[in-house]
């Protein structure tokens, strides 16, 4: 299993744009073969910080994620709404012991 933490950092007057931009890509992502968690939070102190927690079976299922539509469009209509880079770090989950 694959799981993904993004902080995306958004200006402050682009929020509701960026929530608007959001909702299609979630949706889409969560409909997606091989796409076990697809979420997004909003940071309770600043408001323009937005962390999505994803989980994905394989490799496989984040490379079909990358290429999907919802996505693709999302990365080339974000940028404009962001205040810096956004954060990604990718986990892969440890064999478990036996």
């Known amino acids: 299993m694959i799981t993904i933490n993004a902080t995306v ?3 402050e ?3 509701e744009e960026y929530k608007e931009l959001s909702e ?3 949706r889409g992502t969560q409909a997606e073969v091989g796409n076990l968690r697809y979420d997004m939070y909003q940071s309770v102190e600043r408001p323009g910080e937005f962390m999505f927690v994803e989980q994905y079976m394989d490799q496989n299922a984040l490379d079909t994620h990358h290429s999907a ?3 693709t469009q999302f990365l080339a209509s974000v940028e404009k709404l962001l205040s810096k880079d956004m954060d990604v770090k990718v986990f892969r989950e440890l064999p ?3």
Do not use: G, P, R, T
Request: net charge positive.
């Open 69 to 71: 539509e919802h996505f």
């Open 24 to 26: 299609k890509l979630i």
């Open 96 to 98: 478990k012991a036996e």
């Open 13 to 15: 007057n682009s929020i």
């Open 9 to 11: 950092f958004v200006k």
